[in-house]
């Protein structure tokens, strides 16, 4: 009799109910680094056995045979069945596994071990024996699942879940989808590109862009999407999600790498240049503190009021230096990493390339070194567009942030301008976070590419108007959303008035005879 197909939301409840298991025990905002490391390992077991199955079938292979020539290699102490017969020390267990099986498949080195079970005072025996059976009650081979993108649809639904469940924390690795659509749908990623996320996360960005690109014309290739991904992350843990995100979406090249993209970018030539990519899209951390630390022999020592002797830090700009030469419109304060990151993209774009990032409102208008920065990628017309999007939409933030589209080979029609638009009252009332729907981002894009003004909507102003107004890009000062205020008919409001008093006269003549009859 053949097998039910496991269906997304089968997949789905059964894969948060694993997380309820952990409740109590971890910190919520922790559960996404075990049930992804099981997860990813109970999906790796039953997938090999399915390949060793059909390459046995297939070559007449013994089994021993068949398991040296399967793609992913999976050594006998991380198999389920192994896995699954122990009753002590099954964190340690599990530790070897992960080892183990990044020691037998190179591309996943530091991906698996990047969560710990072993500690049993965080995992007792008990309950991972109770996630262990939990985990076993479904097949997740290729043939019992309902469709091929199944695994990556249900592990986007537990970034989500867990980001909610994390709350501001989710920030750190999710952006919601809306968002994440948006910015594709602007920045128009094209079959065969090489798309670059140089603040990854789990990875949602570039799974977005790959997305979009299939479904245009020579999108795929077989089963393939027609592009490259490239990311890179600064946080182990995330990272690690992110990596585990593309296998599970089927996306075993995409190169995603780890470390701090401002202070050690990973995407290199063996000349130590930089990687140019057709789309760059990120959003990151918003107005990051301490994004630079000035050399020791930068420090200056000079003497203060008294005569004492004090140690200070000289002007940053003269003590930040970057091998990279990214940071060619000037250096950001170091309590505000967003044009740093900004600039980072600007740097590694092709020169016929695009990118699109999320930013927060202040990098508008504020002024400094900032205001300074903004001028120059407005002077050099780089800047396409700048999309004023509501507030409370992010985990970490109430806030409202703006979407920069830059631009490195504008059309005729383009150059010389800039399109603002102000979206910030499309979007979905939610209960924790606001939220952008189908109906906005269709709104958002269309009025966008259109590129003819909208009334309180969207303009496209000339860069010699945003320099009359000192390059302050401020969205309220070109686009007026205010309602005009309703014309008074003061001949209307004399004759009310005078209605009024009259019935006050009348009112007043009434209780002055009731007081009289009461004798009062």
Known sequence: MAQNKLTLSTLESWLWDSANILRGSIDSSDFKNYIFGLLFLKRSNDVFEEEVENIMKREGFSREEAEEETYFQL??????????????????????????????????????????????????????????????????????????????????????????????????????????????????????????????????????????????????????????????????????????????????????????????????????????????????????????????????????????????????????????????????????????FLQHMVAVLKQDGKAGVVLPHGTLFRSGTEGGIRQGLLEVDLVEGIVGLPSALFYNTGIPASIWIINKNKTEAQKGKVIIIDASNDYKEGKNQNELEATHINRIVTAYDGATNVDKYMRVVDVKELAENDYNLNISRFIDTSEPEPEVDIKAVHQKLEALEQKEAYIDKKLAEFLKELGV
């Not at 990596?243 to 075993?252: E, V, Y």
């Open 75 to 340: 050594p006998k102490e991380a198999r389920w069945n192994s896995i699954k017969t122990h009753t002590e020390n099954i964190g340690i267990a599990l530790d070897k596994a992960f080892a183990a099986i990044e020691q037998a498949n190179t591309s996943l080195e530091g991906v698996m071990t990047a969560t710990k079970f072993g500690d049993k005072e965080k995992l007792s025996d008990e309950l991972l024996q109770r996630l262990l059976r939990h985990f076993n009650q479904h097949s997740l081979r290729n043939d019992h699942l309902e469709s091929n993108d199944l695994l990556g649809d249900a592990y986007e639904y537990l970034i989500k879940m867990f980001a909610d469940d994390a709350g501001k924390k989710g920030g750190e690795f999710y952006t919601p989808r809306g968002v994440v659509q948006l910015i594709v749908q602007l920045i128009k990623p094209e079959p065969k590109q090489k798309v670059y996320d140089p603040t990854c996360g789990s990875g949602g960005m570039l799974i977005e862009s790959a997305r979009y690109i299939a479904q245009q014309p020579n999108g795929k290739v077989g089963n393939n999407v027609n592009v490259s991904l490239y990311g890179q992350e600064k946080n182990l843990g995330t990272w690690a999600i992110g990596k585990l995100n593309m296998l599970l979406h089927n996306f075993m090249d995409a190169d995603i790498r780890k470390g701090d993209t401002l202070t050690a970018p990973q995407h290199k030539n063996d000349q130590n240049e930089l990687t140019l990519f057709d789309r760059v899209i990120a959003n990151p951390p918003f107005s990051m503190d301490g994004w630079w630390t000035p050399a020791e022999n930068a420090i200056e020592v000079k003497l203060d009021k008294n005569g004492k002797e004090k140690k200070v830090t000289p002007n940053y700009t003269k003590v930040v230096s970057d091998p990279y030469g990214r940071f060619q419109y000037g250096i950001p304060p170091r309590g505000y990493a967003d044009l740093a």
